[in-house]
């Protein structure tokens, strides 16, 4: 019913910049919650940042400072921009979003973001 799709995902090296946007297609009338997850391999996957419906943020520590997550209602996307990247940060990232009140999720197929000099 819900389809998320990834891009913006890339090599980039320790300090620069990316910016990642997930685009959302299908039948749906209210979300409850959107968020960006990653995860690195034989790693679990993490919770990076989140917006509930109502505009409130959180953040994981270990971005917090660094990254920002947005959304554009009018074009149906939810954005993370990413600065001051980390070698650390190295993971398959992936948006997350949540329908209505009885919070049904959907997962968009990732995107590869590679920090390395």
């Known amino acids: 019913q819900v389809q998320l799709v990834e891009s913006g995902g890339g090599l980039v090296q320790p300090g620069g910049s990316l910016r990642l946007s997930c685009a959302a297609s299908g039948s749906f009338f209210s979300i409850y919650a959107v968020a960006w997850y990653r995860q ?29 997550i947005s959304r554009d209602n009018a074009r149906k996307t939810v954005s993370l921009q990413m600065n001051s990247l980390k070698p650390e940060d190295t993971a398959v990232y992936y948006c997350n979003v949540e329908i209505g009140t009885s919070r049904i999720g959907y997962w968009g197929q990732g995107t590869q973001v590679t920090v390395s000099s």
């Open 40 to 68: 690195a391999p034989g790693k679990q996957r993490d919770l990076v940042a989140s917006m509930t419906s109502s505009g409130g943020t959180n953040y994981a520590d270990s971005v917090k400072g660094r990254f920002i």
